[in-house]
């Protein structure tokens, strides 16, 4: 009886830190960050209607990307200032073990939920434009997802104001929009899009791409991940 007692305490407390950290983390403006993803998307989706543009995978993959990225601007970019703004840090830095027990968690949460949004994005548009694997676009999606959002917490680490970690992640992505003409068949592109196959090149090479760019795309995720939560570790930066 106890037992179960206590394994409802712990789900209750589990349900709870939850809700809490979720509102933390989207406060009240992601709402229209969503809203935004969801406009940008129509928009771009009925403009490829209206211009009778061949329609497949790839397109669908270019379509989704900018408003997924947008999904994980807010929470990467804004989650510590808003911790700083609700007067947590103080409190969350005193927890043994911060970086794996709050933030760690708040990542995992941020990835989910947007994984969710984008796999309503990509069922969306398998409806109105064109027939896709759905599961298959959601995760391919991801990468260049998580990737950009990862980085964006660890410079949220470094620069600890969101305002200033927005302006370089702006800078950033026109950084890279503007490589990608030289990189654009590389492993190095962030925006690698797989569903779109080069002419005159063998499947093969191109699968082997794909393969190594995910693969600096999941290394560099991870690289993120871990140097902002060793950040998160360096208390006297924050508060």
Do not use: C, H
């Not at 196959?197 to 393969?211: F, K, R």
């Amino acid at each position: 009886m106890e037992k179960k007692i206590n394994l409802k305490n712990r789900t209750f407390i589990f349900q709870k830190m939850i809700r809490y950290n979720l509102k933390i983390i989207f406060a009240n403006k992601f709402i229209w960050f969503l809203l935004a993803a969801l406009g940008i998307f129509l928009f771009f989706a009925i403009q490829s209607v209206l211009d009778q543009q061949d329609i497949a995978e790839g397109t669908i993959y270019n379509l989704l990307t900018f408003p997924g990225i947008l999904l994980i601007f807010y929470p990467s970019v804004f989650g510590i200032q808003n911790d700083d703004d609700a007067r947590m840090l103080e409190i969350l830095f005193g927890i043994p073990n911060y970086r794996y027990k709050i933030w760690l968690v708040r990542l995992i949460m941020i990835y989910a939920l947007v994984f969710v949004v984008v796999f309503a994005f990509a069922w969306l548009a398998s409806i109105l434009l064109y027939d896709i694997g759905i599961i298959e676009m959601s995760y391919q999606l991801m990468y260049p997802i998580l990737f950009m959002g990862s980085m964006a917490f660890m410079f949220s680490t470094l620069i600890k104001n969101g305002n200033g970690t927005a302006v370089v992640m702006i800078l950033v992505g026109v950084a890279l929009i503007i490589l990608e003409t030289e990189i654009e068949r590389t492993q190095w592109n962030v925006f690698l899009n797989p569903f779109d196959v080069p002419d005159n090149m063998n499947i093969v090479i191109w699968t082997n791409i794909i393969s190594k760019n995910r693969i600096f795309l999941g290394a560099g995720m991870v690289v993120f991940v871990l140097y902002g939560l060793f950040n998160m570790q360096k208390r006297e930066r924050f508060v």
